[in-house]
């Protein structure tokens, strides 16, 4: 069962690929895990994130 948090997540991550452009929009996808997963993003400038999943 996804929680609230988890929701909220894929909710804005939903409607931040619907203001990219269609090739940028391709390139973002989104997957629903049992296990917790955590993410080390670095935000370069207003431009660029990069952004690295791992599983604990």
Known sequence: ???AAGLLN???????????DRES???LELYVYDETIRLYALIV???????QPYLP
Do not use: N, Y
């Open 1 to 3: 069962m996804i929680s």
């Open 10 to 20: 894929i909710s804005m991550l939903i409607r931040l690929r619907a203001r990219l």
């Open 25 to 27: 929009a391709q390139c």
């Open 45 to 51: 400038d207003r431009g660029l994130c990069v952004v």
